[in-house]
């Protein structure tokens, strides 16, 4: 048997995901920026856990990612209002096809529909400061390690960073 050694390569490179900011979980990044995420693959005997602070992505950057969306999923960041509830899917759809009145496109929007980013929408960019990697092992033998580094704010959209520290853990 081969003990599986863990490499880890993060360098500039950040988990950045696009939402609604009214959403429930912009709201909840707006009170509380540590975030956490979590990657488990069962089959695989696989996980990756990766912690630190969550902040906006620059407008540019938000602009660009959403002007490469399918014409429909630009219309979709229009017409739901994320996390909140809805009488019925009739509602919604009803509420889809009002928004798209208001922008001057058809519903479904045609390919070469222009529709801007609505100034509700955007990404959010997870600096890391701790990254922990597991791997199954037999008689629950598990393989863990985390690596730390520390975060100073240096603009409102980015850190700069430390050294990774590793350190192997026990199951």
Partial sequence: ATTEIYTL??????PIFYTNYQSRKAREIAANSRVGAL???????RQVR????????PAEESDAYFA???SGSQLGAWASDQSEP????EA?????RDRAADLGVSVPPGDAAEISRPPHWG???LWASRVELWTEGAARIHDRASWER???RDSEHSFATGVWQCTRLQP
């Fill in 92 to 96: 919604l759809l009803e509420q889809l």
């Fill in 9 to 14: 390569s993060l360098h500039d490179a950040l």
């Fill in 39 to 45: 990657f488990h693959w069962d089959g695989l005997g």
């Fill in 50 to 57: 990766i912690e630190g602070v969550a902040v906006r992505s």
């Fill in 150 to 152: 520390r975060l100073t």
């Fill in 123 to 125: 990404g959010f960019r």
């Fill in 68 to 70: 490469s969306r399918p």
């Fill in 86 to 89: 809805v009488a019925s899917r």
